[in-house]
T-cell receptor, first 119, second 111 residues
Framework: EAGVAQSPRYKIIEKRQSVAFWCNPI?????LYWYQQILGQGPKLLIQ????????DSQLPKDRFSAERLKGVDSTLKIQPAKLEDSAVYLC?????????????????FGPGTRLTVL | RKEVEQDPGPFNVPEGATVAFNCTYS??????FFWYRQDCRKEPKLLMS???SGNEDGRFTAQLNRASQYISLLIRDSKLSDSATYLC????????????FGRGTSLIVHP
C-alpha cells in the first residue's frame, strides 16, 4: 500500500515570498491533517479535513496560511507571505476514519514532510 | 498550562534498562490517547494506542490514569534501536477527534 506522499521535500525561500506544499493521502482515507513542526517541538495541528470539509482550523494563521482539499483527496497548503518564523517541517497525515467519530484507535499515517527554510 | 505536557529529556539510559515516560493532559474530557515514535529527521509513526485498562506490546507498556490525567509509557530491556523521540497524542476536544501532540521526550540508549 502506498504511503502519504508530499512534495516538495525541501524548499528554501526568502521572507515575503509565497510557497505551496502538496499532499496525497493514502487512498480511501477520509481524514487529512496538516501539521507544523518546529525544531525541538511536537507537531502542531494547523488544519484537519474530513473528506473536503474542514473539521478544525483554529490554529491556522489565516492571515497568511490557506489550505484546501479538492474532491476530498489531494490537499495543498499555502503560505503567503512567508515569515522567518515559518521555518519548520510541514507534515501531512491521513487516517481512515471520520474525524467526528469517537474512536479509540485512529492511527495517523504521516508523509515524509516538507522542510521549509525562510531566509 | 499547556494542553499536553511532556518532559523533553533527554533520558540517557544504558542498554537493558527500564525507562518510563509520563505525559499529562489538561482536558478531563479527553477521550483517546496514543504514543508515537519519531526518529531524527523522520516522520512520526504510531507506537501504540493507550487503552483505559492499560495495554502491552512486547517490551512496551502503556497506561492511562484518568483521575490524575496522565498517560505513561514503560520500556523494558531498552535496545539501542529504541533511541528516538516519543510523542504523546491526546484527543483533547470532546466530540471530534482533534489530536494534540506533546513536544516529545527524547530517549538515548547507550551501550
Amino acid at each position: 500500500e502506498a504511503g502519504v506522499a508530499q512534495s516538495p521535500r525541501y524548499k528554501i525561500i526568502e521572507k515575503r515570498q509565497s510557497v505551496a506544499f502538496w499532499c496525497n493521502p493514502i487512498s480511501g482515507h477520509a481524514t487529512l491533517y496538516w501539521y507544523q513542526q518546529i525544531l525541538g517541538q511536537g507537531p502542531k495541528l494547523l488544519i484537519q479535513f474530513q473528506n473536503n470539509g474542514v473539521v478544525d482550523d483554529s490554529q491556522l494563521p489565516k492571515d497568511r496560511f490557506s489550505a484546501e482539499r479538492l474532491k476530498g483527496v489531494d490537499s495543498t497548503l499555502k503560505i503567503q507571505p512567508a515569515k522567518l518564523e515559518d521555518s519548520a517541517v510541514y507534515l501531512c497525515a491521513s487516517s481512515p476514519r471520520s474525524g467526528r467519530a469517537i474512536v479509540t484507535n485512529n492511527e495517523q499515517f504521516f508523509g515524509p514532510g516538507t522542510r521549509l527554510t525562510v531566509l | 498550562r499547556k494542553e499536553v505536557e511532556q518532559d523533553p529529556g533527554p533520558f540517557n539510559v544504558p542498554e537493558g534498562a527500564t525507562v518510563a515516560f509520563n505525559c499529562t493532559y489538561s482536558n478531563s474530557a479527553s477521550q483517546s490517547f496514543f504514543w508515537y515514535r519519531q526518529d531524527c529527521r523522520k516522520e512520526p509513526k504510531l507506537l501504540m494506542s493507550v487503552y483505559s485498562s492499560g495495554n502491552e506490546d512486547g517490551r512496551f507498556t502503556a497506561q492511562l490514569n484518568r483521575a490524575s490525567q496522565y498517560i505513561s509509557l514503560l520500556i523494558r530491556d531498552s535496545k539501542l534501536s529504541d533511541s528516538a523521540t516519543y510523542l504523546c497524542v491526546v484527543n483533547n476536544r470532546g466530540g471530534s477527534y482533534i489530536p494534540t501532540f506533546g513536544r516529545g521526550t527524547s530517549l538515548i540508549v547507550h551501550p
